[in-house]
């Protein structure tokens, strides 16, 4: 999947990219995984497998979006103090969030769907947290995990009992090749 990512500030006199806060570059980082997101979960049914409804496939976007905060706290822990990057965290967390509610108001029409997502969140973020991450990836775990999530997202079918391994193999290194060079970019940048 050939997909480009904007990770820099455009550099102007109005737009100084010196000046990004944590915030902003919350803002960037939730759009990214956001987009990623999307285009894996829309890859994975390029490649065959099944969803049978648009929540299975919300779900699927859902654990990108968990899987991509996870790395996200995992590259920052190193570049910035705990203070920022609970503020960037934080931040993200909420961006994903509002953007999960609006996709899923369209989708499944009113409703509060924030509060679920967080919760889901909340508890693959303490699930993540048992694995290794030795030279800025993930150990094998972790990406077992994260496929096996995906699977469970999807539904286990004969046509979807190998998307575990297309994750952990194609789409996970892929995923997290595009985020570490966004957070290495963006949080340059950072106050």
């Known amino acids: 999947m050939a997909i480009r990512i904007k990770n820099r500030w455009h550099r102007s006199k109005r737009n100084d990219a010196a000046c990004k806060d944590f915030g902003a570059n919350a803002g960037a980082l939730a759009f990214i995984i956001w987009r990623l997101a999307v285009e894996h979960a829309i890859d994975l049914h390029r490649e065959g497998y099944d969803y049978d409804s648009d929540r299975e496939r919300i779900r699927v976007i859902g654990e990108y979006c968990a899987f991509g905060l996870q790395l996200i706290d995992r590259l920052a822990h190193h570049r910035v103090d705990d203070e920022a990057r609970t503020e960037l965290l934080t931040s993200l967390g909420r961006r994903l969030a509002d953007r999960m509610h609006d996709n899923l108001v369209d989708i499944a029409g009113p409703g509060d769907y924030r509060a679920p997502f967080v919760a889901m969140i909340n508890e693959r973020i303490d699930k993540y947290a048992r694995f290794g991450f030795e030279g800025g990836e993930p150990d094998f775990p972790m990406l077992r995990f994260f496929g096996n999530e995906v699977m469970s997202a999807m539904g286990i079918s004969q046509t979807n009992r190998w998307v575990m391994d ?26």
């Open 166 to 191: 297309q994750v952990m193999d194609i789409s996970a290194p892929e995923f997290c090749r595009k985020i570490t060079a966004s957070v290495e970019n963006l949080l340059a940048t950072a106050d």
